[in-house]
């Protein structure tokens, strides 16, 4: 038996609902032939909305029932809603997943292998730049967030917006490994104070923050993952610093 659904969505000249769109393929997706009905002006939207007492399109109907938008189609299905206030790790997860490929990819392209000592300090380097990238984005909007943990924002506040600049060349610095007498302490000064901080407001004070490392419009949750990018600088730096004094006393021998 052939299953038929109705889709009503704006369709105008500028402007064509993406979420229409969605709800479109999700009904051919499942089987159903689609009765696919445009609202090519803003009038005529305005009347339809009016006449089914909706506020949004598209609206879908199946067996001649409205069963709403595109999220309230995904629910029809069975299918999960995105909630966008919801606290998620995925930013952070993608950022270090992403670093680790690229990271690996250098290292097949410089050493012809991924797995070196040279394609760790590249993941980390290459982590700290993209995370530092991703604050840039909105420097305001990061520094206001993270004055709700960090101790020396608080205590200094432009500290907020130097913050992601200094990562970010630290980061720059690691990854031609030069300049380790600059890089090294940045990264362990902003490293240490970021994670005394987190360390405090999160399992000494027990507080419940979002984590301003993806930036300022995050629902990344204060904790591990936001501990774990302070302790990489830390350790990139104390490695960086051991490796050069290193190099620095075999030549003096």
């Not at 206030?85 to 292998?113: E, N, R």
């Not at 980390?124 to 990238?133: K, P, Q």
């Not at 909007?141 to 993270?146: D, E, K």
């Not at 980061?171 to 600059?182: D, E, Q, S």
């Amino acid at each position: 038996m052939t299953k038929t659904a109705s889709i009503y969505r704006m369709v105008m000249p500028e402007h064509t609902c993406p979420w229409g769109l969605k709800a479109r393929h999700l009904l051919k997706s499942r089987g159903y032939e689609v009765e696919d009905h445009w609202l090519t002006t803003r009038e005529q939207t305005d009347a339809f909305k009016a006449e089914h007492g909706v506020k949004t399109t598209p609206q879908v109907f199946i067996d001649g029932k409205r069963i709403g938008g595109h999220d309230d189609l995904r629910r029809f299905f069975g299918l999960k809603v995105r909630d966008p206030k919801a606290t998620t790790y995925t930013p952070v997860l993608v950022v270090f997943l992403t670093t680790a490929v690229m990271a690996a990819m250098l290292g097949l392209a410089v050493d012809g292998t991924p797995f070196t000592v040279r394609a760790g300090e590249w993941f980390i380097a290459l982590s700290m730049m993209a995370l530092a990238m991703l604050k840039l984005q909105n420097v305001e909007s990061f520094s206001a967030m993270f004055l709700n943990y960090d101790l020396l924002a608080k205590r200094w506040v432009p500290y907020g917006k130097v913050y992601p600049f200094a990562e970010f060349g630290a980061g720059a610095l690691m990854v031609a490994g030069v300049l380790t007498w600059l890089s090294a302490p940045v990264a362990l000064f902003i490293g240490g104070i970021g994670a005394i901080s987190v360390f405090k407001a999160v399992y000494l004070d027990k507080r419940e923050l979002k984590c301003a490392c993806v930036g300022g419009d995050s629902n990344v949750p204060l904790g591990f993952l936001s501990l774990t990018e302070n302790l990489m600088m830390i350790a990139m730096a104390v490695w960086m610093l051991v490796m050069e004094y290193g190099r620095a006393g075999a030549m003096a021998m």
